[in-house]
């Protein structure tokens, strides 16, 4: 492979709902790019995408894969994207890298809700999209409605570049208007012969291609006179403003194939090295600093590693682009996350894992190398004169989560060595060993996201594990002021152990002043403020902490330890054993002793006081509550709705996308345990959800009573 300037490149994310047929284009296109003698099969489990063992044993891509041709004077980079919803991270990451996606939808079933969700990340990123309509060969394709489905359902108006002659089973013809020219597929891989229009076809190729013409003008000031002018433009100037508007973000061509067939995969591929952009038409990436950094080829260079595959007897694969400069081999490098040194020995150009030795990939261009010491996904390596990172990725939350431990008890370590491995393969899982929980929690994109992983585990590290159900992470708290004294008394052959603590508890609030007395039956208690300290908490909420000890009853050095105590008994609340928080603690009174008072006699004081008063003080238990955006096809909408309603979800909108729905709501996360299965078998799998954490709320009297009787249950069992 020649070495290409940053010009000549393009880098395209092939993304689509699952079924669409991205693998299967892939294979087409490195058939007819001469990288492969003969195309693969999912069903034969020889493609160059999916080479994993979970993705030839199920039939389905997990990992994106990246791939390298030559077209003509261009080099095309490209990913083959998974299409499942559960593995959207991988897509993501595609769509930060490429400069251009390609959208490929499924001709029998047209726009589905995987297009949709595809189309939404498109449009979030900012990138040019083509549209492919693939399965053409299928009887059920209908390929001019399915351009209206593009405009109804995605909102964008789509321009066909190219049209069928005999969509249906015998398929091998396509009308392109770009050349006004047939073209006549025979044998898998051999050049289609052109011929004019046939005259059925003539009348709707002339319009669709005044339509283009009118749509390449719009981008050109220049051009737009000469088309009023002549009514005409040449095919330069027509592709010249085609072109341009592609890289506005503002044309968006639609081609019909069939990837089974290869029949049209030639004419995506021309009219993507024609008019896609190249990294150096498109906006910069900034650096985590804010700043641009310029697509210079003569600049000092920068690697931004976005994907490492772990492969057999070789080990990672790092995956990169050159976000400036010019990468040769056997340069060194600094790792600008780690301050580790690096040097690239080989540098290859990928097809799955097929990989070509290259000496140079200059700005813009994207590579692999193996044999890295200490350089992992997301870290960015500089040479001399560079200082950059990059952490412009940002993955989609997590929708599912597990509690994940080893069959064996002893296996833990070797489970945490193997997960945080196939982290470096899927940054959208999450492993989190939880003190609160007392779990190890696993979380991912839904059910079949982490049933997968859980297959590689077993069945390629041979570790058995088992998934439980998470605990939810509760907080208790108090809905009114309440007030305990508690004395600690110990005496034992010497020195003995004494502290009295006076306190009162209260709910705290941002903003809620501090009462200047409390009334408690007859009694009165003056609060005289000594000195107020705030205390956010790691779990949420804050502590706040008043001094209000007047005449020395308690010495200030015993102070730190009765924080310190109630700090403890924070950590687990007298409801539930969960973390406490929002409580403002104001210690007022006590008593002590010359001789026996220490920081241990205040700090079980300041504990046990602190419970007495927080269990007389209204407590209620906290559960997390989550945002919810629920994207479902109109028909369902009721079901789904109920199924919410159901799960104590609080209904907050609704929005219509084409003739899809969004319905947003807050749920309790303890109802949105097993939502992912539950939204695909109400949809028939054409649901799909996002999730964010939105607050701590009360939780229903009757929720609360179970939930002690629970903990209590549990408690007693332990014992």
């Given at each position: 492979?020649k ?66 041709i ?19 991270g ?13 959208l ?30 693939n ?24 321009y ?43 009348g ?188 412009f ?34 940054p ?30 077993e ?54 002043p ?45 102070m ?53 008063a ?15 955006e ?14 919410l ?75």
């Amino acid at each position: 492979m020649k070495n290409y300037s940053t010009q000549d490149i393009r880098n395209i994310a092939i993304v689509g709902g699952a079924g669409s047929g991205k693998t299967t284009l892939t294979e087409s296109i490195l058939l007819d790019s001469g990288v492969i003698k003969r195309r693969g099969s999912v069903n034969g489990k020889n493609t160059v995408s999916d080479t994993a063992a979970v993705e030839q044993e199920y039939g389905y891509s997990v990992y994106s894969s990246v791939c390298s041709i030559e077209r003509g004077s261009k080099k095309i980079n490209f990913f083959d994207c998974p299409g499942s919803d559960d593995f959207s991270g991988q897509a993501v990451t595609a769509l930060n890298m490429a400069d251009v996606a390609i959208l490929v939808m499924n001709g029998q079933y047209g726009v589905e809700v995987g297009t949709i969700n595809s189309f939404r990340l498109i449009q979030k990123y900012k990138k040019p999209v083509f549209f492919v309509v693939n399965n053409v060969d299928n009887e059920k394709c209908e390929y001019d409605n399915i351009i209206e489905q593009i405009h109804s359902t995605l909102g964008v108006k789509a321009y066909p570049v190219q049209f069928p002659a005999n969509a249906g089973p015998a398929f091998n013809s396509v009308v392109d208007v770009l050349s006004m020219k047939q073209f006549a597929y025979g044998a898998e891989g051999a050049e289609p012969a052109a011929a004019d229009i046939s005259g059925e076809f003539a009348g709707k190729a002339q319009s669709l291609r005044d339509a283009l013409m009118e749509a390449a003008a719009e981008n050109d000031e220049s051009l737009m006179d000469k088309f009023f002018d002549a009514g005409e433009l040449s095919a330069d100037e027509l592709m010249d403003g085609l072109h341009k508007g592609v890289v506005a973000n503002g044309f968006y061509p639609v081609l019909c194939l069939s990837a089974g067939k290869n029949v049209g995969v030639q004419g995506l591929l021309d009219l993507v090295a024609s008019i896609a952009p190249s990294p150096a038409e498109v906006a910069p990436v900034k650096n985590s600093k804010g700043d641009d950094v310029k697509l210079d080829a003569a600049g000092a260079t920068s690697l931004f590693f976005f994907k490492t595959s772990i492969e057999p007897h070789i080990g990672a694969v790092s995956y990169f682009k050159v976000m400036c400069g010019t990468l040769n081999e056997g340069e060194d490098y600094v790792n600008g996350d780690r301050g580790s040194k690096e040097r690239i020995a080989q540098i290859f150009a990928s097809n799955g894992q097929n990989r070509t030795q290259v000496p140079q990939l200059v700005a813009g261009d994207i590579g692999c190398t193996v044999k890295l010491k200490d350089v992992k996904t997301g870290n960015t390596l500089n040479a001399k004169g560079a200082d950059n990172q990059f952490n412009f990725i940002v993955f989609p939350n997590y929708k599912y989560s597990r509690a994940i431990k080893p069959v064996n008890e002893a296996d833990m370590e070797k489970m945490m060595s193997i997960v945080n491995r196939m982290r470096e393969e899927d940054p959208t899982l999450v492993i989190e060993q939880s003190k609160e929980l007392r779990q190890v929690i696993l979380r991912g994109q839904g059910e079949f996201h982490l049933r997968t992983f859980k297959w590689c585990i077993e069945n390629i590290d041979k570790l058995s594990i088992n998934f439980d159900e998470p605990k939810i992470p509760y907080r208790e708290t108090i809905t009114k002021a309440a007030r305990a004294d508690y004395r600690h008394k110990k005496q034992s052959g010497g020195a003995g152990q004494f502290g009295e603590v006076h306190l009162i508890v209260e709910p705290y609030e941002e903003g809620k002043p501090l009462p200047e007395v409390f009334k408690f039956g007859n009694q009165e208690f003056k609060v005289t403020v000594k000195g107020v300290d705030e205390y956010p908490l790691e779990w949420g909420g804050k502590l706040v902490f008043v001094n209000s000890i007047v005449g020395g009853s308690i010495d200030a050095r015993f102070m730190p330890a009765i924080l310190k105590g109630i700090n403890q008994r924070m950590e687990q609340g007298p409801l539930t054993g969960s973390y406490a928080r929002d409580v403002r603690v104001i210690v007022y009174d006590g008593k002590m002793h010359p001789v026996d008072s220490n920081e241990i006699s205040f700090l079980l004081a300041g504990r046990n006081a602190f419970s007495m008063a927080f269990k007389e003080a209204g407590p209620k238990i906290l559960e997390p509550v989550y945002d919810v955006e629920v994207l479902v096809p109109s028909e369902y909408m009721g079901d789904v709705m109920s199924d919410l309603q159901g799960r104590r979800g609080m209904i907050m909108g609704m929005d219509s996308e084409g003739k899809y729905q969004i319905l947003k709501a807050k749920v309790p996360l303890k109802e949105m345990s097993s939502y992912s299965t539950s939204l695909s078998s109400i949809t028939g799998g054409s649901g799909s959800f996002v999730m964010s954490f939105a607050s701590y709320e009360l939780v229903p009297t009757d929720v609360q009573t179970e939930l002690i009787k629970e903990f209590e249950a549990n408690q007693k069992e332990e014992e």
